[in-house]
Nanobody
Framework: QLQVVESGGGLVQPGGSLRLSCTTS????????IGWFRQAPGKEREGVMC????????NYAHSVKGRFTISRDNAKNTVYLQMNSLKPEDTAIYYC???????????????????WGQGTQVTVSS
């Protein structure tokens, strides 16, 4: 019943923008921290940006600082990842994941998150 579904991936030119959506169901989104992660071929899954259940705190990878923005709309059960100034190295499968907000909001790492979506492919290429 608890589900996480990503959407919005696709092909984009370098320097372009893309907005990913993470739609949730089966739980109260406002009670969960949400994270965006990505995995490129041959690489380990890494944290991109995470946001606390309150929306006050965020953690992010240095590689996306100033380019990506995470936001949440609890009324729509959706978390967004706005990606600007995209680079070829941003190419990866992007995953959305959730964890209970009762836990301490810490590092944006995959092992800290419990419920995962299926992923959406983002390809940045000219």
């Amino acid at each position: 019943q608890l589900q996480v579904v990503e959407s919005g991936g696709g092909l984009v030119q370098p320097g372009g923008s893309l907005r990913l959506s993470c739609t949730t169901s089966g739980f109260t989104l406002a009670s969960y921290a949400i994270g965006w992660f990505r995995q490129a071929p041959g690489k380990e899954r890494e944290g991109v940006m995470c946001i606390s259940s309150s929306g006050i705190s965020t953690n992010y990878a240095h590689s996306v600082k100033g380019r990506f923005t995470i936001s949440r709309d609890n009324a729509k059960n959706t978390v967004y990842l706005q990606m600007n100034s995209l680079k070829p190295e941003d190419t990866a499968i992007y995953y959305c994941a959730a964890r209970s907000g009762l836990r301490l909001f810490g590092a944006c790492v995959p092992e800290a998150y419990d419920y995962w979506g299926q992923g959406t492919q983002v390809t940045v290429s000219s």
